[in-house]
């Protein structure tokens, strides 16, 4: 795979992440934006919007004193706000002679494969007919159980199911930054940013912790990923031209098939499994299912289908992956396994608790 910034002229399908405060602070950016993505279009290139900003500009167009807290003024926010951001899309893009199609989208929606194929599928058609979905959060309909987090969660998890090779992640810091403040232009080691947090927002939802974390998640389908600001003049055009700008993060390790991304990235898990060290070193070889000999524990309640985090003895989170059994089946029979004092019929015993199919190691 050809390393560098270079390698992003090549980049065919992107994903671009907008968030609220680039778009409230900078009223061109849109403008600028379908400015670049027309020429970049042009040159053979297909564009994905994840844009946050409807809560921001429904809440003012609903005569919302200030933002607000509850649930219920947020969804309706969100309903009144996203026709007029959409709006500024379709007037920008239409300049150009591009179309934009609205995509609304909740955790739910990724997390069931049915629905996660059908997305795929018309987004697939959208970019194919050369449109320019915008992809926003359906936060008309969201709680707490079926959100995304942030919309730069959102952008790393819908990156594999368009097989995008490029998120970019625009923000209004110029990239990821170190302890003096200064722009790391490869970000090669994630510890960096986590003892540092020198950018600011590092600790907010949607901040820049946040991005790295989209951006490293991204990196594992196998696409690249750029955190930049939002106000730079043409950054579309800079980026996608190799230049120094933001800061780059390449795909690490083999990349990950969108089945397996999507276990470890989009499904939440439902509880945790307890694993021996000698079942750790068999997983971390990467040719081994869990078997039930292995599990010293479970944490949780979960059923046989869920996801689930793999702890290894203290605690450290290794891998995810689909359980066979539910959290009960699971502690029961392993409990029976290591007690020779309790009776376990043969036929009761399964072969595997998650299936390497079912299984993903973490970073």
């Known amino acids: 795979m050809e390393a560098g910034r270079k390698a992003l002229a090549r980049a ?53 004193r200030k933002r607000p807290r509850e649930i219920p003024q947020l969804q309706a926010s969100a309903a009144a706000g996203q026709s007029l ?73 819908v990156t594999p199911l368009v097989n995008a090779d490029l998120l970019v992640l625009l923000s209004n810091v110029e990239g990821v930054l170190d302890e003096n403040g200064e722009r790391i232009p490869l970000f090669a080691a994630a510890a960096e940013v986590f003892e540092h947090r020198a950018a600011e927002g590092a600790q907010g939802r949607g901040g820049i912790m946040s991005k790295v974390d989209a951006a490293r998640t991204a990196c594992r389908s196998g696409a690249r990923a750029i955190v930049a600001r939002a106000a730079t003049p043409h950054v579309l055009r800079q980026i996608l031209d190799g230049e120094d700008v933001g800061t780059l993060f390449e795909p690490r390790g083999n990349a990950l098939r969108a089945r397996k991304h999507w276990i470890a990235f989009t499904l939440r898990p439902r509880g945790a499994i307890v694993i021996d060290q000698g079942a750790v070193l068999a997983l971390q070889s990467g040719k081994k299912s869990l078997l039930p000999i292995g599990v010293l524990g479970v944490r949780g309640h979960f059923d046989p289908g869920d996801a689930v985090r793999i702890l290894a003895p203290g605690g450290d989170d290794i891998a995810r ?35 390497k199919d079912d299984l993903v190691l973490l970073d």
Do not use: C
């Open 12 to 64: 065919r399908r992107i994903i671009v992440k907008i968030g609220s405060n680039a778009l409230a602070d900078h009223p061109e950016l849109i403008p600028g934006l379908a400015e670049d993505i027309a020429e970049l279009s042009a040159r053979g290139a297909s564009f994905l919007i994840v844009s946050s900003g409807a809560v921001a500009l429904g809440w003012r167009q609903l005569g919302y």
């Open 85 to 157: 951001l959409m709006n500024r899309y379709a007037e920008a893009f239409n300049v150009h002679g591009l179309r934009v199609a609205q995509v609304l989208l909740t955790h739910s929606d990724l997390a069931k494969r049915t629905s996660l194929n059908n997305a795929r599928a018309s987004l697939g058609a959208l970019l194919d007919a050369r449109a320019v979905p915008i992809v926003n959060e359906n936060d008309t309909v969201s709680t707490e159980e079926i959100r995304f987090g942030d919309n730069d969660q959102l952008a790393a998890m």
């Open 321 to 355: 992956g689909l359980s066979r059994l539910s959290s009960l089946e699971v502690a029961r029979i392993s409990g029976a396994l290591r007690d020779a004092h309790v009776p376990l019929d043969p036929k009761e015993a399964p072969d595997v608790v998650v299936h």
